[in-house]
């Protein structure tokens, strides 16, 4: 089946509001990590199958040139509440050194402070590639993920 869409994992928002897990979107060290086509990303798995390096995230990582092996952190990450609106957001996320990618589907975006939780999965739309040069991932305007309420 491969990438169709972005999501947040049920089991991030479970955990949250059963207090399982200590998550902390305000002050954790938050990473994006870039896969290619060859996984189907699932929003009902359970929290082990949504960490980083489990489940189908065990395979299918896209690594080079600043992109290592479990990503980059995100920077200026901000938690907002306004208007019946929760919005997670970054600054837009890149390499620091010239890159060769090629076939990059999807970003898991993953909670590295608390045993590498996943919290939401990302579809770049189609293979997006750089040859030599910087991958930049741009956030929506809206946020990495925004929750009505």
């Known amino acids: 089946m491969a990438w169709s869409n972005s999501k947040i994992f049920m089991a991030f928002i479970e ?8 998550l902390d979107l305000n002050s954790d060290t938050h990473k994006a990590a870039l896969f290619d086509n060859t ?14 390096g489990a489940g189908v995230w065990a395979s299918g990582e896209k690594t080079n040139g600043g992109w290592s092996a479990g990503g980059l952190a995100l920077g200026s990450v901000t938690s907002t509440f306004s208007s019946n609106v929760y919005t997670f957001d970054a600054a837009d996320t890149a390499n620091g050194s010239a890159a060769t990618l090629t076939d990059v589907y999807g970003v898991l975006v993953y909670d590295d402070t608390t045993g590498d ?29 925004a929750l009505t309420l």
């Open 15 to 22: 955990d949250c509001l059963e207090n399982t897990a200590a």
């Open 39 to 52: 996984i189907t990303p699932s929003q009902t798995v359970a929290t082990a199958s949504s960490l980083y």
């Open 117 to 145: 939780q996943g919290i939401c999965y990302n579809y770049l739309g189609g293979a997006n590639a750089v040859t030599a040069g910087t991958l930049t991932i741009q956030w929506h305007a809206s946020g990495i993920f």
